[in-house]
């Protein structure tokens, strides 16, 4: 087994490979640098990873991984499991190598086809794994016969985003062991707080698909770009300090000041007026029959589906 590749990139199918065959037990200062390694990744937004040089040390790599992902199913937050994996995805984004991405994505479904110098993916896997960002929108990309052209550049960037996705599901049950459970405990004070001035700006009687997005807010669960606009948009519409809005959307685990500050107060700048209830079911966001025909009628029109909007 490759034991080098494995300890630098621990959530390898090699590194999990190693661990299911040598089926390591946890002591007490591998759960001490697991959790130091976690809040690390939180504070920076980077993965502190060591530099093993003896077998043993390159083991102990892919144990610390192992119990960052267990202190992190403990706990079972979508936030900072979601940032835990931002985080990696950024780290190996830059320090893996061509050969390193290649063999990164082909584990996970990322294989390019690579003809004359050009590169190129078919279209499902480019679909599933490109970011969301207007460069990668599909309109402007040129396509042949089921496959994607992309830069050799962009590949790593695609597979930063599968290596974001992959990491994104943590393992199934419940911890037994009360020291990771005690490390996951201590995890809580890196997830965002909704402050009192933010709640008073938002307060109100909001529609359903709003309520519905808010819940997911509250929960720290993250929200495709759709659902994030959408929220962000009506808020602006409903004249909510921008700053309250951005406090808000800082809940989510992906969450970027510098972006959300562009786009809300590009909304606001524009003018940008809030998706229409049919747009809203188009996205995949409509919770309820409401009887109106923009969620910001609640309240005016059609309110729990009593009338129908006149406008």
Known sequence: MDLEFAAKFPFSNEAKQIMDEKKPGIGDEIIERALERLKHAFKTGRVMTGTPISMEEKFEEILIYATTRIILASINNPFLT??????????????????????????????????????????????????????????????????VKIKEREFLRIVQEAVKRHLEKLPRGKARDERIKKAGEQLREFLPKID??????????????????????????????????????????RGVDTEAIISLLSNLPDFSERKTRYYVEHAKKRGYIMPSCETMRAYGLCVAECGIKNPLSWGKYGRKGKEVDKE
């Not at 050969?99 to 590169?119: D, F, M, S, T, Y």
């Not at 993916?121 to 496959?147: K, Q």
């Open 82 to 147: 979601n940032k835990y994996a931002v985080a990696w995805a950024k780290t190996i984004y830059e320090k893996m190598s061509m050969e390193e991405a290649k063999r990164i994505g082909a584990e996970l479904g990322v294989v390019p086809r690579i003809e004359n110098g050009e590169w190129s993916l078919p279209i499902s896997v480019y679909l599933e794994f490109s970011p969301e960002d207007v460069a990668y929108s599909l309109v402007n990309r040129e396509m042949e016969r089921g496959y």
């Open 196 to 237: 009192q001035k933010t709640t008073t700006a938002i307060k109100g009687d909001h529609p359903p698909c709003i309520n519905a997005l808010l819940e997911q807010v509250y929960k720290h669960e993250n929200l495709g770009h759709h659902a994030r606009w959408s929220l962000a948009v009506y808020f602006v519409n």
